[in-house]
């Protein structure tokens, strides 16, 4: 099995991504870590478990949206690096090709398409075995901010 990175990592914005993971109490609830990021590039996962499972024994669709859409936040966040940007989904779809009921849920996404506001990304969504099990698209609007992502990360730092 290949391992999922992603072009051009950065060391930098990944630490960084590694302390929003640790203060964001959905990602902890649902379990989503940053593996990689590199620009306008974003790779995730979460550790299957029977929490993630719904009635027919197989990973909840959420996850998968969750999942894809907090890959989404980090691919665009990595467009501005070093400045920080709010940003939002407008829309998210999800294609389901084949069900997941443990091991690891994957997701790649990439900004494909950025004329501001807006920013297209697409995701795919991969088993432990990098086999496709579905794929995402969706639109984040995005608002400049004064920031980088350092002093974003200070005050949200600093509320909790």
């Not at 299957?48 to 999942?67: E, M, N, P, S």
């Not at 070093?82 to 900004?111: F, Q, S, W």
Request: charged share 20%; glycine share 6%; net charge negative.
């Amino acid at each position: 099995m290949q391992e999922l990175k992603c072009e051009a990592g950065n060391d930098e914005l990944l630490r960084a991504m590694k302390v929003i993971e640790e203060l964001s109490p959905y990602w902890a609830l649902i379990g989503i870590k940053v593996e990689d990021v590199g620009k306008d590039c974003a790779i995730g996962s979460v550790e299957i478990g029977r929490k993630h499972l719904q009635v027919l024994d197989t990973v909840h669709g959420g996850v998968h949206a969750a999942l894809v859409d907090a890959m989404a936040w980090v691919a665009v966040i990595s467009h501005y690096y070093p400045r920080y940007v709010i940003a939002v989904t407008t829309d998210l779809t999800v294609k389901y090709l084949k069900p997941i009921a443990e091991g690891v849920l994957k997701a790649v996404a990439r900004v494909i398409h950025v004329r501001e506001p807006i920013v297209l990304i697409t995701a795919e969504l991969m088993n432990r075995s990098n086999e496709l099990v579905g794929s995402s698209t969706m639109t984040y609007w995005v608002t400049k901010t004064g920031k980088s992502i350092s002093e974003f990360i200070s005050d949200i730092s600093n509320r909790t």
